[in-house]
């Protein structure tokens, strides 16, 4: 059975936003929220398979090139004031 959830206090940035995208998706704020809701709380199960499928699938996108601890360390070192 349905629940009623009355929000209070949103952050004008997340209304903002959650209208946005309801309007983009062409739901309801209610339909959107509970869209938002059930994407972060009840994720769809991912079997081991889908997930190497998806894996390979980026490392083919990326390239080939191996990065090692050293590479990465540096990466980030860089990427920093």
């Known amino acids: 059975m349905p629940t009623t959830l009355t929000l209070k206090n949103i952050p004008d940035a997340v209304y903002d936003r959650l209208k946005a995208s309801a309007e983009i998706h062409r739901r309801s704020m209610n339909n959107e929220a509970i869209v938002c809701l059930e994407t972060v709380l009840v994720p ?23 990065l090692d601890h050293r590479l990465v360390d540096k990466f980030k070192r860089d990427g920093r004031p």
């Open 44 to 66: 769809t199960q991912v079997s081991s398979a889908e997930r190497l499928t998806r894996i390979r699938a980026v490392r083919g996108a990326v390239g080939t090139k191996k």
